[in-house]
């Protein structure tokens, strides 16, 4: 959600790299692959327009509030509809402004436009037809959808700029242009920063006034709308998005150029990388995977997948992020402005954000890479013109410190390496814990191979124990919670009891895991103990569970689940492992129907004395299943009363909240006082307190203060606050400010917590208000699980 990396204060955002360079492999297999890749030609045009004479000539073009259009507009009507119309915005880094400079136009909803001409949405048709065949997909069903009405009086234009993808799928806009009487509006449409197209929209032919014309370019095309210099244009934007469902890829089944390339990776021996020409979103990509590739991208791509696919699929292939960041500082010496000179400091080049074909995020391990060695670069672009746009991510100027700048340039990029060296590239670039659990899944049967490559990994590793569990932060570099799960799985399914004891005596033994993550654990080997029996395995699992009683009760319970929860269960039970409990929905279910059943009622009695002594704000869960357990609990008053006395103190939990919140939301003050801020408790009292801003100090350097505020980003709840890095060395330090977001977000969490009382009284047929409200305390316990991914923050860096 909205980060602000660039805030750049000097406004130079969208830097350029100034690197002219080329990368170019000079001989061998690569070569032949880039060869190959260069000479194959684009399939689609990159972006195309001309008149669109199957749109019939009169759409019968409506306007509420203003009623029906003629065409060409005339300048009455044209007044007529800014009237009704809205100052188009344009987005900038999650804001959206208005500024005339950038962008002046007017612009309609598209609810507001009709066009009652039936044979218009014919000829919208036909002319899809058209740009499909133009952007060579004509096998693939793309939807059109209308998304504005833009009117340009004189002066009006529109600064070069990318479309946001405004709706899923979206990846290309087309305009349409009505006939029309005016001077300039011509739409210039760029690539590599060099102009490739300008579309007049039938000026230069002398048909703008007599026809619709239409223009198609890709989202992430930039393109700029020149001013119009006389009268008025009236325009449509559409955006062509790809249709839901994932479409297979067009296989090429012969050609030369697919012949050679499968014959070269029959023989490739290495990896390569080759960077996407487009840009594309990260929820593109895991929405629709490889099938988001767009232009020149696509069909590189498809005589790829095609040639591998004739060679047997000899290359494994996956979508990466890559990036280049540099830091420079400024070497004037002076205090300047515009007119540093900025010295390098550092590069590196990375590669993170793993995905498989479909768009599935396998990992976001990064590693520090060189791609030169290895890259494709079939368009012989500059190392400029391949990274493209990047980002201002920090200036600063401190005291006598000189200023200092980071820049990052992300990209999209294909990495492909031969089938059979997996195991060793999934190792390099992913790690070793990866590279295990891919070949254990991919064959299961090899299991003890796979368990003693861990040992001597975790051997190896043992000798520097400092690095063992947490690397780079919060990474964990030793065996994976993930891995582990998967291992279990793997030995239930083996059955074999020996393996079992390697597993945990030789390499569990040692691990300590996370508090947090002693859910996930017990839940991995509770299918362990099911399979081979309690008795068998408790002194095993032992080695993973040995000094916390907490986590012995909660395996209990999960092996009583296997009876059905029996009154074994109860009895190990307290309030707090109930707390507990809570915050795992699976079990909280498990809990509450085995107890609503119990037929014994005096391990009924200690479970309801649990239950009583469980604050209300944990109610809420409880309840709701409660509800679900009426039939059962109705037949039984006892148990029904019981219910029901929860209920009550839900509810007067929730009134006097709603009315807390509800003083809070009249914003006369800046406390927050439920917020939760896990990287540091001055930080939570800040945000709990009437103040409004708080600058935290306490840092290394800059670095390590922004490190802080993007580990935190998301550690906090209840709270709405900006955090800005500044300064420079021991001075570094973060500003905190509070904002109104919090405040504005309380109405939906009172009505939230309305709705719930509601519903209780009439689940619970509890009529009367309920009176001495309890009052609430901000809970700790909430902060355990903050609210993620938070809409509330912006990291201002
Ligand atoms: O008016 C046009 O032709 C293009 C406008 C545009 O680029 C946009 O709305 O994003
Ligand atoms: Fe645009």
Same mark, same amino acid.
Do not use: C
């Given at each position: 959600m909205p980060r602000f990396w660039n805030s750049d204060r000097k406004g130079k955002s969208g830097e350029t790299l100034e690197d002219t360079s080329k990368v170019t492999i000079e001989e061998g297999t690569l070569a032949e692959i880039n060869n190959i890749l260069k000479n194959f030609r684009e399939q689609g045009e990159y972006t195309f327009g001309d008149i669109a004479d199957s749109l019939p000539v009169l759409p019968g073009l409506e306007i509420d509030g203003v009623g029906p259009i003629s065409l060409p507009l005339a300048a009455f009507q044209a007044k007529e509809i800014i009237q009704v119309a809205e100052r188009s915005p344009y987005g900038k880094e999650f804001q959206t402004l208005v500024d005339d400079s950038v962008r002046k136009s007017w612009q309609l909803k598209p609810e507001f436009v009709r066009f009652t001409n039936p044979d218009w949405k014919v000829g919208l048709d036909a002319l899809m037809k058209k740009v499909k065949d133009r952007l060579a997909l004509n096998d693939i069903p793309l939807r059109c959808s209308l998304y504005k009405m833009l009117l340009y009086e004189e002066g009006g234009h529109f600064l070069k700029h990318r479309d946001t993808e405004k709706e899923d799928g979206m990846f290309a806009t087309m305009v349409i242009q009505f006939p029309s009487n005016h001077e300039g509006g011509d739409l210039v449409v760029y690539r590599n920063g060099k102009e490739e197209s300008v579309h007049d929209f039938g000026k230069s032919s002398g048909k703008s006034k007599y026809a619709h014309h239409y223009a198609v370019h890709y989202a992430d095309s930039e393109h700029q709308l020149r001013a119009v210099t006389k009268g008025y244009r009236l325009a449509l934007v559409y955006s062509i998005c790809w249709p839901k469902d994932m479409i297979n890829f067009r296989q090429l089944d012969d050609g030369s150029a697919m012949?050679?390339?499968?014959?070269?990776?029959?023989?490739?021996?290495?990896?390569?990388?080759?960077?996407?020409?487009?840009?594309?979103?990260?929820?593109?990509?895991?929405?629709?995977?490889?099938?988001?590739?767009?232009?020149?991208?696509?069909?590189?791509?498809?005589?790829?997948?095609?040639?591998?696919k004739k060679a047997n699929e000899k290359l494994v292939m996956h979508i990466v992020k890559v990036a280049l960041e540099n830091d420079y500082y400024d070497v004037s010496g002076s205090h300047c402005h515009d007119d540093c000179e900025w010295e390098s400091n550092r590069s590196v080049q990375n590669v993170r954000d793993w995905r498989s074909m479909d768009?599935?995020?396998?990992?976001?391990?990064?590693?520090?890479?060189?791609?030169?060695?290895?890259?494709?670069?079939?368009?012989?672009?500059?190392?400029?013109?391949?990274?493209?746009t990047g980002n201002v991510t920090y200036e600063g100027y401190l005291g006598n410190e000189s200023a200092t700048k980071s820049t990052k340039y992300e990209r999209y990029a294909l990495v492909a390496w031969p089938q059979d060296q997996s195991f060793e590239y999934f190792t390099e670039f992913i790690g070793t814990q990866y590279a295990i659990t891919w070949s254990l899944m991919k064959d299961p049967e090899r299991l003890h191979e796979t368990l003693q490559a861990l040992i001597k990994m975790e051997k190896e590793e043992n000798n520097d124990p400092s690095i063992r569990f947490y690397n780079l932060g919060s990474k964990r570099e030793s065996l994976e919670l993930s891995l582990f799960e998967k291992i279990c799985e793997a030995l239930t399914k083996k059955k074999d009891i020996e393996l079992v004891r390697l597993f945990f005596f030789d390499i569990v033994k040692t691990l300590k895991f996370h508090e947090s993550e002693i859910f996930r654990v017990v839940d991995a080997i509770i299918e362990l103990v099911v399979c081979f029996s309690v008795e068998v395995m408790l002194p095993i699992v032992s080695v993973v569970l040995k000094d916390s009683t907490q986590k012995y009760l909660h395996l209990r319970c999960l092996i009583a689940r296997e009876k059905s929860f029996s009154s074994l269960a109860i009895t190990f039970l307290s309030h707090e492992t109930v707390e507990t409990l809570l915050q795992q929905d699976v079990l909280l279910k498990l809990v509450l129907h085995s107890t609503f059943r119990m037929v014994d009622s005096v391990q009924f009695d200690r479970f309801l004395e649990i239950i009583k002594n469980i604050s209300p704000q944990n109610l809420s869960k409880i309840l709701a299943d409660a509800r679900d357990l009426n039939s059962d609990a109705t037949k039984d008053p006892n148990k029904w009363e019981a219910l029901c006395s929860l209920a009550r103190k839900r509810l007067s939990y929730c009134a006097s909240h709603i009315n807390n919140l509800k003083r809070l939301s009249e914003g006369k003050s800046w406390e927050m006082?439920?917020?939760?801020? *896990? +990287?540091?408790?001055?930080?939570? @009292?800040?945000?709990?307190?009437?103040?409004?801003? #708080?600058?935290?100090?306490? =840092? *290394? +350097?800059?670095?390590?203060?922004? @490190?802080?505020?993007?580990?935190?980003?998301?550690? #906090?709840?209840?709270?709405? =606050?900006?955090?800005?890095?500044?300064?420079?060395?021991?001075?570094?330090?973060?500003v905190f400010t509070k904002t109104r977001k919090y405040f504005e977000g309380l109405g939906a969490k009172i009505k939230a917590l309305e709705e719930e009382s509601n519903k209780l009284k009439k689940v619970f047929k509890i009529t009367v208000e309920c009176d001495n409200p309890i009052p609430v305390a901000p809970s700790s316990a909430t902060s355990k699980r903050p609210r993620s991914p938070s809409p509330d923050v912006i990291i201002l860096d």
């Open positions: 012949e050679k390339l499968k014959d070269l990776f029959a023989k490739l021996d290495t990896h390569f990388f080759m960077f996407f020409n487009h840009e594309y979103t990260a929820s593109a990509l895991t929405q629709r995977g490889i099938d988001a590739l767009k232009g020149i991208d696509r069909d590189r791509f498809t005589l790829m997948n095609s040639a591998n768009g599935r995020l396998i990992s976001e391990k990064w590693k520090t890479v060189s791609f030169s060695d290895n890259m494709l670069n079939p368009d012989d672009a500059t190392l400029s013109q391949l990274w493209g006082p439920y917020a939760t801020y *896990s +990287g540091n408790m001055n930080v939570q @009292n800040f945000l709990r307190s009437a103040a409004s801003s #708080f600058t935290l100090y306490g =840092f *290394s +350097g800059i670095g390590h203060a922004r @490190n802080h505020a993007f580990k935190y980003e998301n550690q #906090f709840s209840n709270a709405s =606050f900006i955090m800005y890095a500044n300064g420079i060395g021991q001075n570094a330090h973060i």
